[in-house]
């Protein structure tokens, strides 16, 4: 009987460590058989994967949203706040909280950001919903689907109907100027052209623009540094400026070039 009992007590733990490695098996594959594709396109991710948490939500690393959907991620380190921007759409998500910030308005999520080995995570249906993306999921193949192209109308037939609205300003009525956002005291944004007399012409409006909200010297520093986009494929890498208390970033991309002085208080990391 005492052998018997022995042979049952080996078998009964060689049950629960296989059990053990099982799942801790599936617990593993969890989080690297989750795939992303981006309009069609699969994504790689080199070190940190995605994973699905607890509450099934697929989280991802933040830095995929920098590089896969094109937005700008911005760190706050004091406030564990992730501010993420892409064209007019804004998404605030605080590490820890079940809270977004989308655009303005506070909705609330049934996962969070979370940071896992050293590498911020986020829930990628809300953030990606909140930059204007729709997202599917494939369980089949445990992938989620993001599609940013939009549907094309049809372009209307032409009119021959004469339209009393005045045309743009080809300087000025290319630069676009907003204040008072979310985090952004100040916005400007300029539209490249190919002719670059009025290319150039357009950042003198704009510099003297900024001169008159922050003054010369801030201006010409950026200034200097803006005017080195002249063809669309260079791209102006994006960059942080000091001005007393505040934080100026300028980036530039294809035909776009965005200006942003941040509120007094929020720290870019």
Do not use: C, H
Not at 3 to 31: E, H, N, P
Not at 62 to 87: C, H, M, P, Q, S
Not at 151 to 163: A, E, N
Request: hydrophobic share 40%.
């Amino acid at each position: 009987m005492g052998d018997f009992m022995k042979r049952l007590m080996i078998i009964l733990i060689a049950i629960a460590m296989l059990a053990t490695l099982i799942g801790g098996a599936l617990t593993a594959s969890a989080d690297t058989d989750v795939s992303v594709t981006v309009d069609g396109r699969k994504v790689v991710f080199p070190d940190a994967k995605p994973f699905i948490d607890e509450n099934g939500r697929t989280l991802i690393p933040v830095r995929f949203v920098t590089e896969d959907l094109g937005a700008t991620v911005e760190w706050n380190a004091e406030d564990r706040e992730v501010y993420i921007t892409k064209d007019k759409s804004n998404v605030l998500i605080r590490i820890g909280q079940e809270r977004i910030l989308v655009n303005g308005i506070t909705k609330t999520m049934d996962t969070k950001a979370i940071i896992r080995y050293d590498r911020t995570y986020v829930p990628i249906r809300y953030v990606a919903e909140g930059l204007g993306a729709t997202v599917g999921w494939d369980a089949g193949t445990r992938t989620v689907i993001i599609t940013t192209i939009k549907d094309v109308d049809p372009t209307p037939i032409p009119t021959l109907t004469p339209s009393a609205t005045p045309e743009k300003d080809p300087v000025t009525g290319w630069i676009t100027v907003k204040e008072d956002l979310t985090w952004v005291e100040y916005s400007m944004s300029i539209n490249w052209t190919v002719d670059n007399e009025l290319l150039n012409k357009r950042y003198d409006a704009a510099e003297k623009m900024f001169a008159e909200r922050y003054g010369e010297d801030i201006a010409k520093e950026i200034f200097a540094y803006v005017r080195l986009k002249q063809t669309r494929p260079y791209v102006l890498e994006y960059k942080r400026f000091k001005m007393n208390n505040q934080f100026i970033t300028v980036s530039g991309k294809g035909a776009g070039l965005d200006i942003k002085v941040w509120k007094e208080g929020v720290i870019l990391k």
